[in-house]
């Protein structure tokens, strides 16, 4: 067991120290949502009343979870970008050559990761008043593990990218054209509701969208109306879930099909 946990934990903390020294990341991930937050709100805050949302809710309310989501994905590219990094550098050939099972530095990679992305979901949370949200302990409670799970499967999935790219700028290209439509397709930018047929079946198919819509769910946890129509709780944590196993998996795979 402790052959397991050790170099998990000692991954997991390597990705903390790394971020505590490159405080770019910080502005990256945190701030950039921040500005976004900001300009969207306060610009479409005037026009924006598609149908499918509780009546009086701003557009500074509504994409409030949907930035919550974006601090999380930031979160999630920078962390697996050291995969790439760290190939070059050498260091991943040292750590492959180690008698580790490969899905136990995957672990690490994620838990990283995920640890990052949930420390800058929490700091987030205090802006809630500001979106005109009223969090009680219980929403808090229950939406730190959804932040958690979201951060997990988004994380793996980066990795899946990552141990297969050895060029940080088709890293970039790929994660682009990948992670942030998934995002814009979550639920996170407009509701579901009132789209066309096309773009709500893609929005369906998003496995985001139902992680969204448990962020949504347990943020208005005391008052269900207002989250909007999204999936219930229960099917959204289902479903995300699922896509944490499956992304992990399939991160796992990579890394054992890569040569270093």
Same mark, same amino acid.
């Given at each position: 067991? $402790?052959?397991?946990?050790?170099? %998990?934990?000692?991954?997991?903390? $390597? /990705?903390?120290?790394?971020?505590?020294? #490159?405080?770019?990341?910080? %502005?990256?991930?945190?701030? #950039?949502?921040?500005?976004?937050?900001?300009?969207?709100?306060?610009?479409? $805050?005037?026009?924006?009343?598609?149908?499918?949302?509780?009546?009086?809710?701003?557009?500074? /309310?509504? %994409?409030?979870?949907?930035?919550?989501?974006?601090?999380?994905?930031?979160?999630?590219?920078?962390?697996?970008?050291?995969?790439? /990094?760290?190939?070059?550098?050498?260091?991943?050939?040292?750590?492959?050559?180690?008698?580790?099972?490969?899905?136990?530095?995957?672990?690490?990679?994620?838990?990283?990761?995920?640890?990052?992305?949930?420390?800058?979901?929490?700091?987030?949370?205090?802006?809630?008043?500001?979106?005109?949200?009223?969090?009680?302990?219980?929403?808090?409670?229950?939406?730190?593990?959804?932040?958690?799970?979201?951060?997990?499967?988004?994380?793996?999935?980066?990795?899946?990218?990552?141990?297969?790219?050895?060029?940080?700028?088709?890293?970039?290209?790929?994660?682009?054209?990948?992670?942030?439509?998934?995002?814009?397709?979550?639920?996170?930018?407009?509701?579901?509701?009132?789209?066309?047929?096309?773009?709500?079946?893609?929005?369906?198919?998003?496995?985001?969208?139902?992680?969204?819509?448990?962020?949504?769910?347990?943020?208005?946890?005391?008052?269900?109306?207002?989250?909007?129509?999204?999936?219930?709780?229960?099917?959204?944590?289902?479903?995300?879930?699922?896509?944490?196993?499956?992304?992990?998996?399939?991160?796992?795979?990579?890394?054992?099909?890569?040569?270093?």
């Amino acid at each position: 067991m $402790r052959g397991v946990v050790l170099p %998990v934990m000692t991954l997991c903390w $390597r /990705e903390i120290v790394r971020f505590r020294r #490159q405080r770019s990341r910080l %502005v990256g991930a945190f701030v #950039q949502p921040l500005v976004f937050w900001l300009l969207l709100g306060g610009g479409l $805050r005037a026009s924006f009343q598609p149908p499918g949302t509780p009546p009086g809710t701003s557009y500074v /309310e509504y %994409v409030y979870p949907g930035i919550i989501a974006m601090v999380l994905l930031f979160t999630a590219i920078f962390s697996t970008i050291s995969v790439v /990094e760290d190939r070059r550098e050498g260091f991943l050939q040292g750590v492959l050559v180690a008698p580790v099972a490969r899905s136990s530095i995957v672990l690490g990679q994620v838990l990283g990761g995920t640890t990052l992305a949930v420390v800058q979901g929490i700091l987030f949370l205090v802006l809630a008043p500001a979106a005109g949200l009223s969090l009680t302990v219980a929403s808090v409670l229950s939406v730190v593990p959804v932040m958690f799970l979201v951060s997990f499967g988004l994380t793996s999935l980066g990795l899946v990218i990552a141990w297969r790219l050895d060029s940080t700028q088709g890293f970039h290209a790929i994660m682009n054209l990948i992670l942030l439509p998934m995002w814009v397709l979550s639920g996170a930018f407009f509701p579901i509701t009132g789209v066309p047929a096309w773009l709500g079946w893609a929005m369906r198919l998003n496995p985001l969208t139902y992680g969204m819509a448990a962020l949504r769910r347990s943020l208005y946890l005391g008052n269900p109306l207002a989250a909007g129509a999204v999936p219930g709780l229960a099917s959204a944590l289902g479903i995300t879930l699922v896509f944490c196993l499956l992304a992990f998996i399939a991160a796992a795979d990579a890394a054992r099909r890569s040569a270093a």
